[in-house]
């Protein structure tokens, strides 16, 4: 006689929950989203596509080949370049390496930075708005 009073399982119970914890995700997202104000509609922005590439002032350019380059002017060593920096400079060491510049180059100027008195080695890279 027991068995005659057993509760069959509801299986709509878990799909329920499911869908309120969804639901309650998109009004929180729908929330969230909205917290900073839209730009305005009237505003274009800048476009810099167009604009010619300057080598910040200070900073360690690494063509793809190896080369370094300070201010246009061709360097033979990193040493050379941890020379033309003040002291106050050398707290932050900017670096721009080429795209094409292999991992393991970059890695090994870094590491002569470092040696030579850097006390941080900054890269400079490129940023997209998406």
Do not use: C, W
Request: hydrophobic share 45%.
């Amino acid at each position: 006689m027991i068995g005659l009073y057993r509760k069959t399982k509801d299986s709509k119970q878990p799909t329920i929950a499911l869908i309120n914890v969804v639901f309650l995700m998109l009004i929180f997202f729908m929330i969230a989203g909205t917290l900073a104000p839209p730009l305005d509609n009237s505003l274009t922005l800048v476009k810099t596509s167009e604009l010619d590439p300057v080598d910040p002032p200070d900073t360690l350019v690494i063509h793809a080949d190896g080369r370094l380059s300070l201010r246009g002017a061709d360097l033979n060593s990193v040493d050379a370049f941890m020379e033309q920096l003040s002291d106050e400079d050398r707290s932050a060491v900017r670096v721009v390496p080429d795209r094409e510049l292999p991992a393991k180059v970059l890695m090994r100027h870094v590491g002569e930075m470092r040696a030579a008195g850097a006390e941080r080695v900054l890269v400079v890279s490129e940023r997209a708005l998406q």
